[in-house]
């Protein structure tokens, strides 16, 4: 009897000393969990740009206000070496104000403002944006839309001029604004101080902080129309909120 009662509490021990290790193992797996944080539009500074590319052609004779438009990310936007905004995501926004040319008025104007980013995982950041410059387009509307995330659309042009400065055994160069090469006048590249219409004969861009307003390109000659593909250059006016799911 003595040795059957010895064994009980052996076993009862064990059972407590196994139970106790479990539950600290539990308890030491949810103190040491560290949540996950997100970015959001309030870590990026005003004055930030964000290179784009339009996915859909905006066409001053189609368009009304409230259509809605889009711009895909063409590079990341950095704040403090973390991605805000990675390449391949896309900004939207929507037509504020579309006039063509008519007996009355000799000028067609478009106003068009972009205030949210979609990221990959579905989550959206509200912004405050002004279209800054806007350039003629370097990639064709099925080159834009088929682009893969994460793809620079500029890989066509920077690979042309990589291959160049390989040739001549320089150091390639950095996407930059290729209206200064003569070689391809045709296809400017915009970059952060990019201004105004680049490259596109007859038309000029007046930015706008307002968001009822947007910024607005005009044209004394023709109707204004943004192929899919057109450049642009946001700056980022200020914050107007987090990241949404």
């Known amino acids: ?21 479990v539950a600290h193992a539990s308890g030491g797996q949810s103190t040491s969990s560290i949540p996950l944080t997100t970015s959001s539009a309030s870590d990026l500074a005003a004055g930030t740009t964000i290179c784009g590319a339009l996915a859909n052609s905006i066409d001053a004779k189609k368009v009304k206000p409230g ?11 950095l704040s403090d070496g973390k991605v805000i905004i990675p390449n391949g995501a896309k900004v939207t926004g929507h037509v504020t104000w579309a006039k ?15 205030d949210r980013a979609v990221l990959k995982n579905g ?13 003629r387009e370097s990639l064709s509307a099925a080159e834009i839309t088929s682009q893969e995330p994460g793809q620079v659309v500029y890989s066509r042009y920077r690979n042309s001029i990589a291959s ?11 996407p930059s604004r290729p209206d ?31 968001a009822a307003i947007g910024s607005m390109v005009k044209s004394p000659k023709k109707n204004v129309r943004l192929d899919s593909g057109t ?8 914050a107007r909120g987090g990241t949404a799911n």
């Open 123 to 135: 989550s959206e950041l509200s912004l405050s944006l002004t279209v800054q410059a806007i350039g």
């Open 180 to 210: 200064a090469d003569p070689r391809e006048p045709r296809h400017p590249i915009l970059d952060s101080g990019s201004h105004g219409a680049i490259g596109l004969p007859d038309l000029t861009l007046t930015e706008s902080s307002d």
């Open 164 to 174: 160049r400065h390989v040739a001549q055994r320089q150091t390639p160069l950095q």
């Open 231 to 238: 450049e642009v250059i946001l700056r980022v006016i200020g």
């Open 100 to 114: 063509t040319r008519s007996r009355g008025s000799d000028e067609s104007e478009l106003g068009i403002v972009f």
């Open 67 to 77: 259509d809605a438009i889009i711009a895909r990310v063409t590079l990341p936007v």
């Open 1 to 21: 009897m003595d040795i059957m009662k010895a064994i009980g509490l052996s076993l009862a021990t064990v059972a407590l000393l196994v139970g106790g290790g």
